[in-house]
C-alpha cells in the first residue's frame, strides 16, 4: 500500500508540472504571435508574406522602413522590457515574501527617472545618454537603500521602508524639476516618464538583451534557493541556502534587468507588480516555475490583469487572502 502512495503522489506531481510546462508553452506561443501581429498591423496593414521577406533581407519599397526601421524595434524592446520587468518583478516578490512588491519599493524606477528628467531639464541631454544616465542612477539608488538597510543583514521590511523613503524623496524632486522645466524640455521629460518605445531603435535592444540573458540566467539558477527563502530566513539557512548571498544574487540581478528596462522604455514597472501574481494563479507559487511564466510579462499583464481584479474582488468578499 506504501509503494502505491508514494507512485500515485509522485504521479499527481509530474501531471501537475506537465500541465504547468504546458501553460507556459502557452504563454510563449501568445507572446510570439503577438509579436508577429506587431509587424503587421499598424496605420497601414502589411502581409506576413511581405513582412518575412523584409526580415530576410530584401528591400521592398515602402515596407522595408516601415517594418526594419518602426516596428521591428518597438517590438523588440517591448517584448525584452517585458520580460525584465516580469522575472525582475517576481524575484522581488518571492525574496520579501509579498505579492504585493515591485521594484519601485526600493527606487530603482524612481531613482532612473530623477536621474533622466534631470539630464533631458538641466543637462540638456537627449537619446542614448539619457538611457546611460539612468542605469547608472537606478543602480546607485538601488545600492544606496540596499546600504541604508544593512544592519546585521537585511531585513525585507526594512528595505521595504528604507526604498519608500527614499522613492518618496525622489518623486519630489522629480516634481520641483518638472515644475522649473521649460515648455522644450518638459514634453520629452514627460514623454519619459509615461513609458514609451515609440522612438525605438534597434542599437538599443542590445544592451537590454545581454542585461537580460546575464541576468535572468542568474536569478533562473537561484529558482531553488530563492523558493526556499519562501520559509523564512532561518528555515532556508537551516537546508543549507546561504540566506545573505543569495538575496544579494538576487537583488542585483533583478536590479540590473530592470534598470536597463527602465533607461529604454521609462518607467512602466507595472508590468513588473502584475506578473507575480498573475503568473502565481496560473502556473502556481513554485518558484522554479513562476520565474518562466512571469518572464512573458507583457502577454501575462494584458491577458491577467481582468482577471486578477475579479480574483481580488472574489476572494475579499469571502474575507481571504491572495
Known amino acids: 500500500m506504501f509503494p502505491s502512495l508514494v507512485e500515485t503522489l509522485g504521479f499527481n506531481r509530474r501531471r501537475r508540472q506537465g500541465r504547468r510546462r504546458v501553460v507556459i508553452f502557452c504563454l510563449l506561443t501568445l507572446l510570439i504571435a503577438a509579436f508577429a501581429l506587431t509587424l503587421t498591423l499598424g496605420q497601414s496593414f502589411t502581409p506576413p508574406g511581405e513582412v518575412i521577406r523584409v526580415l530576410l533581407g530584401e528591400d521592398i519599397a515602402g515596407v522595408g522602413f516601415t517594418v526594419g526601421q518602426l516596428r521591428l524595434p518597438r517590438a523588440l524592446l517591448s517584448v525584452l522590457a517585458g520580460l525584465s520587468f516580469g522575472l525582475g518583478g517576481v524575484a522581488f516578490q518571492i525574496m520579501l515574501r509579498n505579492p504585493l512588491a515591485s521594484p519601485d519599493i526600493i527606487g530603482i524606477s524612481s531613482g532612473a527617472s530623477a536621474a533622466a528628467v ?19 542612477a537606478g ?23 528604507v526604498g519608500i523613503g527614499v522613492s518618496a524623496m525622489l518623486e519630489s524632486f522629480i516634481a520641483y524639476i518638472l515644475s522649473v522645466a521649460p515648455a522644450w524640455t518638459l514634453q520629452e521629460a514627460m514623454r519619459w516618464l509615461t513609458g514609451s518605445v515609440n522612438g525605438a531603435k534597434l542599437a538599443q535592444t542590445l544592451p537590454l538583451a545581454i542585461a537580460l540573458v546575464f541576468f535572468g540566467g542568474l536569478l533562473l539558477s537561484r529558482a531553488r534557493d530563492l523558493e526556499t527563502l519562501r520559509l523564512g530566513d532561518d528555515a532556508a539557512a537551516a537546508l543549507g541556502v546561504r540566506v545573505g548571498a543569495t538575496r544579494i544574487i538576487v537583488i542585483v540581478a533583478a536590479v540590473g534587468m ?5 533607461a529604454v522604455s521609462g518607467p512602466i514597472a507595472f508590468v513588473a507588480f502584475l506578473s507575480g501574481p498573475i503568473a502565481a494563479r496560473i502556473v502556481g507559487s513554485n518558484g522554479s516555475l513562476l520565474l518562466p511564466a512571469a518572464l512573458v510579462g507583457v502577454v501575462t499583464g494584458a491577458l491577467g490583469a481582468p482577471y486578477l481584479i475579479y480574483l481580488i474582488v472574489r476572494v475579499n468578499r469571502r474575507g481571504g487572502s491572495l
Do not use: C, E, H
Open 139 to 161: 543602480l546607485g539608488i538601488a545600492l544606496l537603500v540596499y546600504l541604508l538597510s544593512f544592519r546585521n543583514g537585511v531585513a525585507g521590511t526594512r528595505l521595504i521602508l
Open 258 to 262: 530592470i534598470a536597463f528596462a527602465t
Open 118 to 136: 534631470f539630464a533631458i531639464v538641466v543637462l540638456q541631454m537627449n537619446g542614448p545618454l539619457v538611457s546611460v544616465v539612468a542605469v547608472v
